[in-house]
């Protein structure tokens, strides 16, 4: 079913969200002050209005609890994002999800009542970092500072073995939630004791991340 976003700031960041969104098969509206910027995204999503978003004016105009989430995606304005994003809160927006550039930043949006905060610039380090590290990691989600889900080719320890016979969950404390072979083609969603780890397999797995680390995944 198709939903409504709204994506302030049409930077690196917003522009992404913003087309990501769309090609999924969603509505997307994009506002920014920038109009070179709205002219070079307007074929891209659903609706793009140059406006200034910390405005109280432009954010009423907008109808905002219509949306089904609000992504404040303002790059260098601080300001105008912890204004934005006190604006869509007595609206009642009913999700906000705002990017912040520094920790001081997030927390301030945090406390004002923002629903996700997202640090893309040191989320993006934090995976080139690991994937150095660690080239078969392919992708790795932070649930909290202690549990992670990670997706990683299947290590050749693994290769050959069944997931009873691995053991993990009794070793380890790790959970096996899904198997994708032949290069992502096929995804078993519900593996099984019997399943057996094939060569180039592709592994989901959720853990304590100290437990993780114990595999040499990380």
């Known amino acids: 079913m198709s939903k409504q976003f709204l994506v302030i700031g049409a930077g690196r960041f917003g522009t992404s969200v913003a ?3 769309y090609d ?4 997307v509206m994009v506002v920014d002050d920038d109009e070179e910027k709205i002219q070079l995204i307007s074929d891209e999503v659903t609706n793009a209005a140059q406006a200034d978003a910390s405005s109280e004016a432009t954010l009423k105009a907008l109808d905002i609890e219509n949306f089904n989430a609000v992504v404040i995606a303002i790059g260098d304005d601080v300001q105008a994002s912890i204004m934005a994003a006190i604006l869509l809160i007595e609206l009642k927006a009913k999700c906000i999800v705002a990017k912040a550039r520094t920790a001081l930043h997030g927390k301030v949006l945090e406390k004002i009542g923002v629903n996700q ?14 994937s150095l590290v660690a080239p078969s990691i392919i992708d790795m989600i932070e649930l909290s500072e ?19 016979e691995l053991n993990l969950r009794a070793r380890h404390g790790i ?8 290069h992502g083609d096929k995804t078993n969603l519900s593996p099984v004791a019997e399943d057996v780890i ?7 797995a959720i853990g304590q991340n ?3 680390k114990k595999l040499d995944w990380l």
């Open 198 to 204: 094939e060569s180039e397999d592709i592994v989901v």
């Open 24 to 27: 999924m098969g969603h509505d």
């Open 19 to 21: 087309k990501t969104l």
């Open 210 to 212: 100290k437990n993780l």
């Open 117 to 130: 905060v997202v640090f893309p610039e040191r989320d993006m380090g934090h995976k080139l970092a690991r």
């Open 146 to 164: 202690d549990y992670s889900v990670v997706e990683v080719v299947a290590p050749k320890q693994m290769v050959g073995k069944s997931l009873k």
């Open 175 to 182: 959970n096996v939630i899904a198997l994708r072979r032949n």
